[in-house]
């Protein structure tokens, strides 16, 4: 029967984004790029069966990242509009085979709208020999997260919002991901974090971790932003019958004086590392520690994500996992 693994089932691949448009890129463009090739080369394959395949838009970009990143890793040219392939690229699913299950995408209600996002999923299902299922509503992989067990989370701010799918709801949503993706459960958190462009993608907000079982920040400070936000997810989580581990926030972070969606919950689970955003916050390590608690079987690692900050996301974001079969 078919169905979506969880991130920390094992992967084949995982696509990368590698930043290099200088339009989308004003500001710290070196040091995203040294984020990516560093969050790149700790996933790459050391005898773990994950080949990491760095995706970049021209010539020029393949160039830089191939200095950056070590020698073993792919790095393919698809031409795309950003880095963000959580949500423009496929969602693979498996059963007798892989499939690769391809929403539309509509620069996140139409506020990002950039030449190659809306079928960068379908030209890298094709080149992985992946056949593909293209399904006529919007969907982003940032904007649900799921335990590989058939249960999904996601929120109202995002799913629902009509710069997505007019006038969807949650039956006809859940009726749509359940024959997409063959989710059984849906929890529906409200609100995502404070300043996110995305609409409030939960994989800022809740993560998870083992079937059954989230991780939501608690706020680490009374100035944090996100304090209610928090809090409301967990309730809601608790009340639909899941597990739910609290860990510490980032805290309210700020960038030329507006806040960020700054968020440890937007690590990516390899097949023998974890990689955790930091931000030179005052939590940076605790958050590290308490995911290495819940990975135990996994190296969980603290890298930079300042720079990526700056265009919205982090490493989550940037990577798409293709599933063993």
């Not at 509009?81 to 620069?107: C, E, H, S």
Request: aromatic share 8%; glycine share 10%.
């Amino acid at each position: 029967m078919m169905r979506w693994p969880a991130e920390w089932e094992p992967h084949e691949a995982v696509w990368i984004g590698f930043p290099g448009n200088p339009n989308e890129w004003p500001q710290q463009l070196a040091e995203a790029q040294h984020e990516v090739a560093a969050f790149a080369n700790a996933i790459r394959d050391d005898g773990n069966g994950e080949q990491v395949r760095l995706v970049c838009r021209d010539s020029g970009d393949a160039k830089r990242a191939s200095e950056l990143v070590h020698h073993d890793i792919e790095i393919m040219l698809q031409p795309f509009g950003d880095i963000w392939l959580r949500d423009t690229g496929p969602i693979i699913t498996v059963g007798a085979d892989r499939q690769a299950q391809d929403f539309g995408f509509n620069g996140w209600g139409r506020k990002f709208e950039m030449a190659g996002d809306q079928d960068i999923g379908q030209r890298l299902a094709t080149a992985a020999g992946l056949s593909v299922c293209q399904h006529d509503w919007i969907l982003e992989g940032g904007a649900i997260d799921g335990d590989g067990a058939g249960q999904l989370i996601t929120t109202e701010q995002c799913l629902l919002n009509p710069n997505r799918n007019h006038n969807m709801d949650k039956n006809e949503a859940r009726q749509k991901l359940r024959q997409a993706l063959n989710i059984e459960h849906v929890c529906w958190l409200g609100d995502g974090l404070k300043a996110d462009h995305t609409d409030g993608h939960v994989d800022n907000l809740a993560r998870f971790v083992a079937a059954g079982k989230i991780v939501i920040p608690q706020a680490s400070d009374v100035d944090d932003p996100n304090a209610d936000i928090f809090d409301d997810a967990a309730n809601r989580a608790a009340i639909a019958g899941l597990n739910v581990v609290r860990i510490p926030s980032v805290g309210k972070y700020e960038i030329d004086d507006d806040i960020a969606p700054a968020s440890y919950m937007n690590f990516y689970v390899g097949n023998a590392v974890v990689a955790v955003p930091q931000y030179g916050a005052s939590s940076d390590a605790a958050a590290v520690e308490f995911l290495a608690e819940l990975f135990p079987d996994r190296k969980v690692i603290g890298l930079s994500s300042k720079a990526l900050l700056h265009g919205g996301g982090s490493f989550h974001c940037i990577s798409q996992q293709i599933p063993q079969i």
